[in-house]
């Protein structure tokens, strides 16, 4: 990204006054028939259009006189004296963007990855970045690139894709201290993507794939130990109370029986361990009446 810095083009203002003291003389030269007024009129309308410049709210101007640095003009007109004077470097002093990238940069664990960024970066103060920088727009975009590269390599991967906005504050302070004494300085550097070749890719997909498939397995073993603690549980409780086992025993039977259709077979010593001969009479009685 260059920086906005060229020659002014000629304003209206310049060229209003240039055709108001033409006409002028024109029109004093019509009244008097005397050739002067037109050429007094053209020639200060040729000096004003060249003297008068415009300075726009969000810029700045830098003055020279003869090439020697005069002073700051703007916002608003400023005038200058033709030939001697110039007024022909604008920066524009409002928040500007510079998109970065860094190709197949490695890593602190040696991997490439590529890196896009965006900075965020203003002139605060015109001066310095006239005087004391060629293109302060390439300055600032080349140093992004390689503060970009030098964060890159001191982070291992994962920081770089979990802590993005840990890099770019690193990378905002590394470029702050170097474009200050430029009258520069860089509000924020926000990255924008970082991408990781597709080989990598594949392998980290397939590594998170087996993580997932053990925490399941992991899972399902706390699950069946507990279960198995609460079977243990219930045997306990079963060993010293036979009736509440025969009860638990019922319920089973008539769970396997109460669906229209079903038929369960059991042993004759099942029911007369568990004193089951009346219950099932009782239950076929009432499924007949």
Partial sequence: MTAKIGLQNTNPVAVAAFLAFTLAGAVGTAATHRPYSAIAGAAMGIYLLSAIKVVRQWERAVKL???????????????????I????????????????????TLTRDTVPVNVDAIVFWMVWNAEKAILEVENYGDAITLSAQTGLRESIGRHELHQ????????????????????????????????????IPAQLQDAMSREAQAERERRARVILGTAETEIADKFATAAATYKDNPVALHLRAMNMLYEAIKERGSMVIV???????????????????NKQS
């Fill in 160 to 195: 770089i894709l979990a802590e993005r906005e840990m890099l770019g504050q690193e990378l905002q302070r590394i470029l702050d201290e170097k474009t200050n004494p430029w009258g520069i300085t860089v509000q924020s550097v926000e990255i924008r993507d970082v991408q």
């Fill in 267 to 285: 042993p004759s010593s099942a029911v007369e361990t568990m004193g089951l001969g009346g219950s099932l009479a009782a239950i076929a009685l």
């Fill in 65 to 83: 006189r003869l090439g020697r640095y005069v002073g700051l003009r703007g916002p608003g007109i400023c005038l200058i004296i033709p030939i």
């Fill in 85 to 104: 004077e110039t007024l022909n470097q604008f920066v524009d002093q409002r928040v500007r963007v510079a998109s970065v990238s860094a190709e197949s």
